[in-house]
């Protein structure tokens, strides 16, 4: 499905979308949302349900957003990040992080963030940058409870290693932008589509001081395989694991049905939720 709403010319001046930005964005056409096991394991990527953002931004009408900036205060990796103490060293032996892909949604997303609020419990949403641009509110209020925003691309193009430098440098630094624009502090974390690196992915990735995070708990909720295999996955995490859930990218009833029941049982487990 393609969308292309008119984006009013604000006061800043226009996001510097490159041919190459504007190619990544049309060949990366919103490809399934499929989440793959770690690239380490050689697993492919599974079909999911199609992900339709409800208003993918046209990169030609793309105007007004403040130009990225890159600032090359990180290091590149030659792996993502697998366990919360990696990130966060001085956090309690306990530590779990819940990780939320492919919102912001306004439907699920405050759902969510209910729950959340609920539970009193931090978490850390990678958000795709065109439906950010869309639901500016909800990324506000996943700012203000205090989660984490992290940048999960553009479109969310699979895959992304693919794609040329310019165009894997363009999914990320138009994401940042628009995350910022959209009222978010600047993101520190990346995420790639379905666990999805390359050399020049942790290139870009550093250039724009972020680290790049991958799981270690996939409950596969995207794929819908029923609110109790969801919840059996994630109730087997352990001290230091990254749990993968979705608020975006299709159904995501079951996924919330899921956490009704996890995130108390796994506080009750003595776990203390951090965001990355």
């Known amino acids: 499905m393609s969308i292309s709403p008119k984006i009013p010319q604000p006061r800043r001046r226009l996001l510097a979308w490159t041919a190459a930005g504007a190619a990544s964005l049309a060949v990366g056409t919103l490809a399934g949302c499929s989440d793959s096991s770690h690239a380490s394991n050689g697993a492919a ?16 009408a793309a105007a007004g957003l403040p130009s990225p900036t890159a600032t090359g205060t990180v290091a590149a990796r030659t792996k993502p990040v697998f366990k919360v103490h990696d990130i966060l060293p001085d956090a309690p032996s306990d530590a779990i992080a819940l990780t939320i892909d492919d919102g912001p949604s306004p439907l699920y997303t405050p759902q969510l963030l209910a729950l959340l609020r609920k539970y009193d419990i931090q978490a850390t949403f990678n958000v795709i940058g065109s439906q950010a641009h869309v639901h500016k509110d ?10 984490m925003v992290a940048n999960h691309t553009m479109t969310h193009p ?15 630094a138009n994401a940042q932008s628009v995350i910022v624009d959209a009222g978010a ?7 790639s589509p379905g666990g999805d690196w390359s050399t020049e992915i942790f290139a870009a990735t550093a250039k724009y001081g972020m680290i790049p995070i991958d799981w270690d708990v996939d409950p596969r909720d995207w794929s819908r395989p029923g609110v109790a295999q969801i919840t059996q996955k994630l109730m087997a995490a352990r001290p230091g694991d ?4 979705h608020d975006g990218g299709g159904d995501r009833t ?23």
């Open 242 to 245: 990254i749990l993968l859930c």
């Open 185 to 191: 502090p600047t993101p520190t974390l990346f995420r």
């Open 158 to 172: 699979q895959p992304l290693s693919k794609r040329t430098k310019a165009q894997i440098e363009a999914e990320i």
């Open 254 to 276: 079951q996924t919330l049905e899921s956490l009704k029941t996890v995130l108390p049982a796994l506080k009750a487990k003595g776990f203390t939720f951090v965001r990355l």
């Open 138 to 147: 909800v990324i506000r209020q996943i700012a203000a409870d205090g989660h």
């Open 45 to 60: 990527p599974e079909p999911s349900d199609s992900f339709s953002p409800d208003a993918p931004i046209n990169p030609s």
